[in-house]
Nanobody, 119 residues
Framework: QVQLVESGGSLVQPGGSLRLSCVAS????????MSWYRQAPGKERELVAA????????NVADSVKGRFAISRDNAKNTVYLQMDSLKSEDTAVYYC????????????WGQGTQVTVSS
C-alpha cells in the first residue's frame, strides 16, 4: 500500500523557519517526481515546489522563490521542504505528492500538514 506521511507543520511567527518532511513507502521512491503543494482557506491547491528523479532538478514557485527549498534523500525515501522567512500568506495545509510524468495512474497524495504563520 502506497503511503506518504507528512510531518513538521506547526504554528510559527512571521519571519520564522520550518522544515517539512514526507516519508514515502509502497513504491519505488527514487523513480518518482516528488512535489509539495499547498492549499489555503478559500483558495485552490497550488504547486509550491517539485524535485525530479533521478537528477534531483528542482523547480520552485515564484511566490516562494528565494525562501523555500525542496530536497530529497532517496536512501531514506524522504522529501523535504525547507521554509525560511515565512509570511502570513504562507499559511496553508501542505501536501506531499508523488507522480510519474508519463503515467497519470501513478499519482499519490499525503494527508497534509498544517502550517500557520501568525504573531
Amino acid at each position: 500500500q502506497v503511503q506518504l506521511v507528512e510531518s513538521g507543520g506547526s504554528l510559527v511567527q512571521p519571519g520564522g523557519s520550518l522544515r517539512l518532511s514526507c516519508v514515502a513507502s509502497g513504491f519505488t521512491f527514487s523513480e518518482y517526481i516528488m512535489s509539495w503543494y499547498r492549499q489555503a482557506p478559500g483558495k485552490e491547491r497550488e504547486l509550491v515546489a517539485a524535485i525530479a528523479a533521478p537528477t534531483s532538478t528542482t523547480n520552485v514557485a515564484d511566490s516562494v522563490k528565494g525562501r523555500f527549498a525542496i530536497s530529497r534523500d532517496n536512501a531514506k525515501n524522504t522529501v523535504y521542504l525547507q521554509m525560511d522567512s515565512l509570511k502570513s500568506e504562507d499559511t496553508a495545509v501542505y501536501y506531499c505528492h508523488a507522480g510519474l510524468p508519463w503515467t497519470p495512474d501513478y499519482d499519490y497524495w499525503g494527508q497534509g500538514t498544517q502550517v500557520t504563520v501568525s504573531s
